[in-house]
């Protein structure tokens, strides 16, 4: 377990979900998108482009579980040492009633990668330097600053949010309903997704009784099943934990994302 104090551990578990599940999406997804610069053509040969030639054999070391979950817990916990004192250990009440916290963090998101050193201007430069030596982070497309830009907008939303109540069906859940690690934040997922809902009743795939239908899944697990299918897929075919885990994809994936394990667990 990292060396933080005790009532840093609240807010530190919400900032590295945040944060492997981000790294997670990084290793998960080789291929960036490449679309959303084609305004810029100075890249017309592809010799000034690594990442077209870099395949992902400079990411074979984070590919193993072990070494992920170390490299997420040691970004995790340098970033989050940098953060504001205040932020470590402010909860829900303390954080929306203070004036002077809404107004230097709350009403400034979402943040860009601009106002991150203004957030942590104290950051180890190291950890820059590991997230561009693992390929997460590089100078052309996507640089540290603009990685955690949405990692701390995430974070910050997480404290300015009301825990939930809890529901009839947490109780249930001792772990993620995929992977089952049970020390990770979970969210619920409607198995039918809500943007279908009224689909769903029309066309009679669904029982209205069947809409609230939740698994309660971590954060790496919640974001791989929508990118693994789209709302109506999920509603005509992946509407319950197994026929999710009938996939040998959402199987591979729960497999490895399972054995990540943090230090000291
Ligand atoms: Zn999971
Ligand atoms: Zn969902």
């Known amino acids: 377990m990292t060396s933080l104090p005790e009532n840093q551990q609240r807010n530190y ?4 979900d945040y944060l492997s599940t981000a790294l997670i999406e990084k290793i998960s997804r080789p291929e960036p998108k490449p679309k959303r610069r084609s305004k810029s053509k100075k890249a017309t040969s592809s010799s000034s482009s690594p990442k077209s030639t ?13 070494d992920l979950a170390d490299f997420a817990d040691y970004i995790a916990t340098e970033t989050f040492r940098a953060l504001p004192e205040q932020l470590k250990t402010v909860d ?8 002077t916290l809404q107004a ?10 601009a106002s991150t050193p203004t957030i942590l201007p104290t950051l180890d430069p190291t950890v820059a ?5 693992y390929s997460i982070t590089s100078e052309s497309t996507q640089g540290a600053d603009e ?6 907008t995430a974070f910050l939303t997480a404290l300015g949010t009301a825990p939930r109540a809890p529901r009839a069906t947490l109780p249930d859940a001792d772990g993620c309903e995929l992977c089952g690690r049970d020390w990770v934040p979970l969210s619920y997922h409607h198995l039918i997704p809500r943007f ?20 309660w899944l971590c954060g790496a697990c919640h974001r791989f099943v929508h990118r693994f299918a789209g709302h109506e897929e999920l509603a005509r075919r992946y509407y319950t934990v197994e026929l999710l885990m009938g996939e040998e994809a959402v199987r591979r ?4 994302v399972g054995r990540l394990r943090w230090k000291g667990r």
Not at 13 to 16: E, G, L
């Open 253 to 256: 994936w729960v497999e490895w």
């Open 54 to 66: 870099q395949d992902t054999s400079s990411d074979a070391d984070l590919n193993n579980a072990d």
């Open 13 to 16: 578990a919400i900032f590295r």
């Open 147 to 152: 990685f955690l830009a949405p990692i701390l």
């Open 92 to 99: 829900y009440h303390e954080y929306t009633q203070d004036a």
């Open 129 to 133: 330097d590991s997230l561009s030596a």
């Open 104 to 113: 230097r963090f709350a009403q400034r998101l979402p943040l860009t990668g």
């Open 196 to 215: 279908v809902h009224g689909k769903a009743v029309k066309r009679k795939w669904h029982r209205a009784a069947d809409l609230e239908n939740v698994a």
